[in-house]
């Protein structure tokens, strides 16, 4: 018991300090957040921040909580918690995915000088803005600046010299931008640069041996280099190459496709590479040569493989589909011949395979779609050939090009079936035969359907108007690359517009079509057709069509291009048309068509004779055949109005007179061979009658003889 009690006086002093000391602590944490709470920004930065704010539009009020005396909360401002120093200044337009709001919540002005005063930035983020002038020359001496992104302005001029300065700069965005000169050799000082990227805007290169160590750098649509850049060798360590547009006219070199093991991304799309004659180890040699090495699917790290739009020749090496972790995959545009390797099998993440404008033959693959994630295919402008592979249905495919190859065939009923997503289909240029499958109709998102140069038959289906994406508007994304798993890829379509052939890019998610042209398709236009109210481009030209034109064509308020031409329509043209003001490309030639061309509106712009000719019956302007004027006309009809009064006076005339002869006859002489009284008293009346004319007669006679010798003796 006595143990006891000395035991715990002892444990008390025994943890005394350790509870006086957690209380220490705990007092000085309090004391350390409460004096966070106190600090305020520095007055001279708040000052610089007032007036970059005072030369800057904000239309959208971002800025208004830029009031007060603490500046540190304001929205956008990022201060040290121990200095009260601005470290972050990040006013970057965040509304870059609402098409509504993103151009009026721009900022717009200059990047003003005031900015150097915040010496302790390290992250200034000014992108996606309506910004215009010059990046200060000074701007060098933020010191402190780790990440720096100008992107998305109108910024102008070249970069300053005293950007090599920024010895901690570790991403440089200057993208999208009007900004040109040659890209500084100071550049090449930044040794912690880590992202470099530099595309969209008309520099001229420069060369360097710089001391970083790249991960990404994104170059595009400048000049840059006719050769591939000697530095780009000493970057070991890159995850990202992007080159795209850069002007480089050179082989690919073999050390590029042994850079880096973990680069995920490389885009050579655009340029004039070419391949060379291969070395005996890391080329294909089985059908020609190839610039692509045959064992690029070790590459195990890539993600992303785009060298579209070069001289690229030679086949695809099979090894390309042993890139099992890869997104996107585009070759298209260059010289590639033989087939489409086989086994995509374990290609279980890639959503895009462009192979489009090269010389591949064969068949589709039956395993291009045993992985269920593609969304879009391009196959088009090759010499592909068979029937459509039924495998196609296993894709979730929002894109199907397969036009201008040898396919053959119909049109299989499943696309309209199992392709519920489907936005876009190209199928033109084909050999397709049979009919228009019904099931197209159910494609309530299709809004490209160009089925244009087959040998398609039958008649349009009538249940083409209930396509209900090309019945309502469809916003342009401001950010119109499409974004897949981090990925940008710009996918483009070239169509038949306006008359011409014309390749769709940003754009191409709003533009709306139906080419039927160039088939023999029979029947009328079907009536539905013009619940399309948003449709922008219809050309049915150069089948069989016939009837007439729809009366209320006019409700198609969103046409741009409207192609009937080399049919056997018939009638007038509807006066509704002339209600489309979008109308600005018109061709009804050659059908049999009747009356006079519409002259309101945009009929009045539709100049050119060709738009009516082979239409024997139209008449007006532009054509030579005048149609009479509205008195001319008025004037006919009262002539023709007389002339058939007149006409049926005639008749009525003859017929009276042959009624009336008979009637008159037989009611004199039949009443008097029935009537013995009346026939006694009657030829009494006449002989009466005949004797007085005769005594009349001879005694006028007797009295014209007397008084003519009486005047024959006077004379003797």
């Given at each position: 018991m006595a143990t006891r009690k000395t035991f715990i006086p002892f444990l008390v002093l025994l943890l005394l300090p350790l509870f006086l000391e957690f209380f220490l602590l705990e007092a000085l944490v309090i004391n350390s957040t409460d004096g966070d709470r106190d600090v305020v920004c520095i007055e001279m930065e708040r000052k610089a921040l007032l007036k970059f704010k005072g030369g800057l539009e904000d239309p959208s009020g971002r800025l208004s909580s830029w009031v007060g005396g603490d500046c540190c909360k304001w929205q956008g401002v990022d201060c040290n918690n121990g200095t009260g120093h601005v470290i972050k200044l990040d006013l970057k337009n965040p509304y870059q995915s609402d098409e509504a709001a993103f151009p009026l919540s721009r900022l717009i002005g200059q990047i003003s000088d005031s900015l150097l005063d915040l010496k302790y930035l390290n992250y200034l983020d000014l992108s996606k803005n309506e910004l215009s002038g010059l990046i200060p020359d000074s701007i060098g001496n933020l010191d402190h600046l780790r990440y720096l992104d100008l992107s998305d302005n109108s910024i102008s001029g070249s970069i300053p010299a005293s950007i090599g300065r920024l010895l901690l700069l570790e991403e440089l965005d200057l993208s999208h931008n009007g900004m040109n000169g040659t890209i500084p050799e100071s550049i090449g000082q930044l040794k912690e640069l880590l992202s470099l990227t530099l595309d969209w805007n008309p520099w001229k290169g420069g060369d360097w041996i710089p001391p970083f160590s790249l991960k990404v750098i994104r170059i595009g649509n400048c000049i840059l280099s006719?050769?591939?850049?000697?530095?780009?060798?000493?970057?070991?360590e890159l995850y990202q190459i992007i080159l795209h547009n850069v002007g480089i006219s050179d082989t690919v070199p073999e050390w590029l496709w042994k850079l880096s093991p973990q680069l995920g991304w490389l885009d050579l799309s655009r340029n004039q590479l070419r391949g060379k004659p291969p070395s005996p180890l890391s080329f294909s040699t089985s059908h020609g040569w190839s610039p692509v090495p045959s064992n690029i699917g070790e590459l195990s790290s890539l993600r992303v493989l785009t060298i579209s739009g070069n001289l690229l020749n030679g086949t695809i090496p099979s090894s390309l589909t042993n890139l099992k972790y890869s997104r996107i995959i585009d070759l298209s545009n260059n010289h590639l011949s033989g087939k489409i390797p086989n086994h995509w099998n374990d290609m279980e993440m890639l959503g895009i395979i462009d192979l489009s404008k090269n010389r591949l033959y064969g068949e589709i693959p039956?395993?291009?779609?045993?992985?269920?994630?593609?969304?879009?295919?391009?196959?088009?402008?090759n010499h592909l050939s068979g029937e459509l592979s039924p495998s196609l249905q296993n894709c979730s495919l929002y894109s199907l090009d397969l036009g201008n190859n040898r396919f053959s065939g119909e049109i299989p009923k499943w696309i309209g079936e199992r392709m519920s997503s489907l936005k876009q289909l190209r199928l033109q240029g084909n050999m397709l035969t049979g009919n228009i499958p019904e099931q197209l109709c159910g494609l309530s998102d299709l809004r490209i359907l160009d089925l244009a140069l087959n040998n398609l038959s039958g008649s349009i289906p009538p249940c083409l108007g209930h396509l209900s994406a090309m019945n309502h508007v469809t916003l342009l994304d401001p950010s119109p690359d499409y974004l897949y798993t981090d990925y940008y890829y710009t996918e483009g379509m070239e169509l038949v517009v306006k008359g011409k052939q014309m390749e769709f890019e940003r754009i191409l998610s709003i533009v709306k079509l139906i080419d039927l042209s160039r088939n023999n398709l029979s029947g009328e236009i079907p009536h539905g057709i013009t619940n399309l109210s948003t449709l922008g481009t219809l050309n049915l030209s150069r089948n069989q069509l016939t009837g007439k034109i729809p009366e209320d064509i006019g409700a198609m308020q969103g046409l741009e291009t409207l192609d009937l031409s080399s049919n056997r329509l018939a009638g007038p043209i509807p006066l509704s048309m002339a209600s489309i003001t979008s109308l600005s490309h018109l061709n009804l030639s050659h059908n049999l068509l009747s009356g006079?061309?519409?002259?309101?509106?945009?009929?009045?712009?539709?100049?050119?004779?060709?738009?009516?000719?082979g239409n024997l019956g139209l008449c007006g302007l532009p054509l030579s055949t005048q149609c009479s004027t509205p008195n001319e006309d008025h004037k006919d009809e009262e002539d023709e109005k007389e002339d058939l009064d007149d006409g049926w006076e005639t008749v009525w005339f003859f017929t009276s007179m042959g009624l009336g002869f008979p009637v008159g006859f037989w009611a004199v002489c039949g009443t008097l061979a029935l009537k013995r009284t009346w026939r006694h008293a009657y030829f009494r009346f006449v002989g009466e009658a005949k004797d007085r004319m005769y005594v009349f007669i001879a005694v006028n006679v007797a009295r014209f003889q007397r008084k003519m010798k009486r005047n024959g003796g006077a004379h003797g």
């Open positions: 006719q050769t591939f850049p000697a530095w780009l060798g000493t970057q070991k039956s395993s291009k779609c045993s992985i269920h994630v593609i969304y879009l295919l391009k196959l088009g402008d006079p061309i519409p002259t309101t509106n945009q009929f009045s712009t539709f100049n050119d004779p060709s738009v009516y000719e």
